[in-house]
């Protein structure tokens, strides 16, 4: 699994007559391989903002992707496979993390642990039922022999839990252009990061049970599956929360060394990962909840140009490796083998669909009644048609030994076929759909003064009574208080406010009291 | 050669009965470690700010090559040799860049072209007849017997050649520190950086020289040597001249893909390094030209914060990569073996610091008359004395085959002691030296202001006659002018002075034209 070896000392390249002009690609091949993709990718990026407007209506995704696959086309016809980088742990080891890392530090914390209980609902129950409903579905209609070939329950299930997650790249590539409500957008984008674990566990523990053999499978081995779940979970939360805990409190002492201020976050952050993806825990809720919590305290222990600079990279490297993994994986669909399938793949696609709905509706049938914030028959066709799935079901279905589950081909297929689908037919045509049902677009994030002076004026009275009674509410908000109070009330409340720098004062507020 | 394998699709780990806690270190390995080195680097540097006063004395170069000789102790009593990640090609590809890019980013090109004869002198003939000097010597010596072995010319020779260059992280750790005067720092630095095209020629030639065979070589190998000095200077500069030119166009469209603006600087700036490694030209001409000449451009096109992006994480790359360099240097000194030879090392020793002396002296007075700012004796002694060796050395002399060269661990160790020697003694007792020559340290980089008003002011007289008569001074300054003129003194002419932000101009001068 060694595949980027540091220890080598390579040897050198004699040349055993001096030449005046060498070549020497293979020397470089690595490391240049990776800058041109990246060029591919801004050359990319660049060209989808000089399309005509008319073809404005394509998303960035879908346009990455075409490019991609004529990009993988044109590779195939020179029988250049090998400079195709996306290996499954190439993209969860870096292509992923700096998107991850992105939603947690800039997600919006409150708006986000004000709906967590929908979004877990979502999440987990949700993501469980589809892959339930899915599996036993396609096992049942297998009976009528309409795919040709006997598919075991087992595998069906392993190819249902990978295919049933809503992916976060996917989502924030359709969503964040949109600009669509922010509460609907959390819900799905939530959902997306936080079905990690169970889509995780799902897969491995299945992998696990075919390794096993389905009858010598126990009521032991479905319990251990149900542990495993919650250790999975908790597991990445934990170490991301802990990790978090410690980069916020690193940022409290790198003003000594502050021209690698900056480096600090992006180190701790991949510690979570790499800690999380060693006990094969959830990375992805290590980097979230990494994210989440150290920007409480970094944001605010940081030099205002360290913040900057931390904002810029992470949105610059995010915003990178996304357009990257929808170029690859339009490289990788024409660069792999796959087997067709019409009638489970159509299947496949249908039972998607019409499961996503069903598991929508049911599940806010059950979260209305406890929410302030109803949710409107139209926000949960939104959700329902937002649903898309991406790149790492992609990379999950290519992880697959094809050795002990005959049936990858065609399970590859069916998830190309299905991640494409989302991303192209829900994908294009989700503004038309917000435009018919009347749901605001292009909704700018900017609160509205009225808005902003409201809800600080809360939060300073609500800091302030708390200060003085000793006792503190909801520990999210606890968190943002305590920063505040010892940067910004206690100074009040002491009359030393002239020693606040107004300039000081509006970027805490800026920064981290805003959202 | 191929390091980095990115094709590779690594196959997933199965395990057969699903366990709620697994460890699998192999397969985070690489970039577990890459992360680890990383994090030590900066627990040293903040390690370095929390030492008592009394030990600052010791520059912080030296007390990271101390930590690192200490965690290179504890590695190999560990016997965990495999963690150390210092591999020649890994130096040259991933370490050094930054440091070189940052050097020709942020280098004042006034203060550098002004000055760019002398250096080119010192780079070039010093270079030359240090290598000569010492070998030749080296050699002489030889025959009386006191190293008690055989060692042919050219084995000297291609030590001498490694040896003899000065090195830019080197004499950025002491010089750095210290703020000497601008002038002997440019001087110096600039050596260290120009030097590289006559080390790299004088080495691959050497090495193709001892492949042919001392007695079969011809008067035309060392015309080819001659011209490959021509061809790695001239190619290394031609392809950082043109990288820089192609990224400051590409900054002019960036704008419409500003998330990922600053990742263009890099994109290009690592190209410029590939490229000149593609064809073994000259990377450290490359990335300096490249850098020297991009910023002329990038920093007028792109927005305030995406320069202020770029150069945060310069400073903070370079400062990181430096720092673990300098670690690494002593980790390898422990995990290496080499061969001691008491009256070798110590000739060479003595005899670089005497002909590095020499050679200063004698460029010095070839150089001064013609130089309108004359070099003192105190100059030459601070030039002498702070022309340190460093990594670039030790990454060279362990890539000199071992098997056609038998003295290889006697180099290795003479290059580690001369290293140290320089990094050590020469190092801490610079600011003692420059102390009792009464040279002033400490000297802020900011122009008084009386000295920046009459700097401009001669700036806009001149792009202003310039603009008016259509035609340029000096190349050099050409550059800065028309992209004044465009941005700044166009408008102003044709009164448009209103339209320009103040901000702006503020930032155009500081930017572009306070260095």
Redesign the interface.
Known sequence: ??????????????????R????????????????LW??VA?IL??GY??QPKAFKKLPESCFLILVGLIIGGILRSLNA?????L????FF??LLPPVIFDAGYYMPNRLFFDHLGTILLYAVVGTIFNAFALSISLWGIGYTGIYGTFIPFLDLFLFSALISAVDPVAVLGVFDELKVDKVLYILVFGESLLNDAVSVVLY??T???I??GSENITGN?IL??V??FF?VAAGGTAIGVIFGYFGGIATR??K??E??????VF?VA??AD?TA????MSSILSVTFCGITMKNYSLLNMSE??C??VK??V???S??TETLIFILLGVSTVNDTQEWNTSFIGLTILLCTVYRTVGVFILTAIANPLRLHKLTVKDQIVMSWGGLRGAVAFALV????SG?INNQPLFASATISVVFFTVFVQGCTMKPLLLALKIPIGVDEEASLSERLHVKFQDHLVAGMELISGSTGKPTQRLRYKAMDRQYIRPLLLGQAHSLDPKTVESIQLNGFAS
């Open positions: 699994m060694e595949f980027l070896n540091l220890t080598e000392i390579f040897p050198t390249t004699v040349k055993p007559s001096y005046l002009f060498v070549v020497d690609f293979n020397r470089i091949r690595s490391p240049m391989t990776v800058v990246l060029i801004c990026k660049f903002t000089l496979h090998d400079v195709m980088p290996s499954p742990l190439m080891f870096f491995n523990v992998q696990a049970l390794q096993i081995d251990i599956g542990a495993a250790v002492y790198t000594r060394i021209i690698i201020e900056p480096v600090v180190l991949y510690l790499m993806e060693l006990f094969y140009s360290s900057l600079t810029k990279t949105k610059a490297l915003n990178l290519y992880m697959i030994n002990s």
